[in-house]
């Protein structure tokens, strides 16, 4: 099994991993970002993306992001606003908001290690919320 890493990524590549490893943390610790739990996780993914993570906030951001997108899929988010027909309902528009706040952490997650991001924004075709 190869378990050596690339030696640097594309801005596309390290959003989508970063994305990736946010996703994993977030399934196992939740919003647990103690300096137990979440300092090694960054020392780990500064290593896994051959970059250097130090902007801390940006990261808990993005944590407390995926957590509120988890919350609204689950129908515990409390704004959610529903009624049982389903003919009024705000999920649409927390999911929009949680969903830029993941994509501003992420990108200036990325900036915070030096990738260069205004590349993200010209892809054609490249969803952020992937």
């Known amino acids: 099994m190869d378990t050596s890493y690339p030696k640097s990524l594309t801005v596309h590549e390290a959003d989508k991993a970063l994305r990736f490893f946010l996703n994993e943390y977030h399934e196992e610790h939740g919003l647990?970002?103690?300096?137990?739990?979440?300092?090694?996780f960054m020392r780990e993914l500064s290593?896994?993306?051959?970059?250097?993570?130090?902007?801390?906030?940006?990261?808990e951001e993005?944590?407390?992001?995926?957590?509120?997108?988890?919350?609204?899929?689950?129908?515990?988010?409390?704004?959610?606003?529903?009624?049982?027909?389903?003919?009024?309902?705000?999920?649409?528009e927390l999911t929009e908001a949680?969903?830029?706040?993941?994509?501003r952490s992420i990108a200036d997650a990325l900036m915070g290690a030096?990738?260069?991001?205004?590349?993200?924004?010209?892809?054609?075709?490249f969803s952020w919320a992937s």
Do not use: M
């Open 114 to 125: 030096k990738f260069n991001t205004t590349k993200l924004h010209t892809k054609p075709g």
């Open 32 to 40: 647990n970002l103690n300096e137990d739990l979440f300092y090694p």
């Open 47 to 59: 290593y896994r993306l051959n970059a250097d993570f130090r902007v801390i906030y940006v990261l």
């Open 62 to 92: 993005a944590i407390e992001a995926l957590d509120e997108l988890a919350q609204i899929e689950a129908g515990t988010h409390p704004e959610l606003l529903e009624n049982a027909a389903g003919t009024i309902s705000n999920r649409e």
């Open 98 to 103: 949680a969903e830029d706040w993941l994509n």
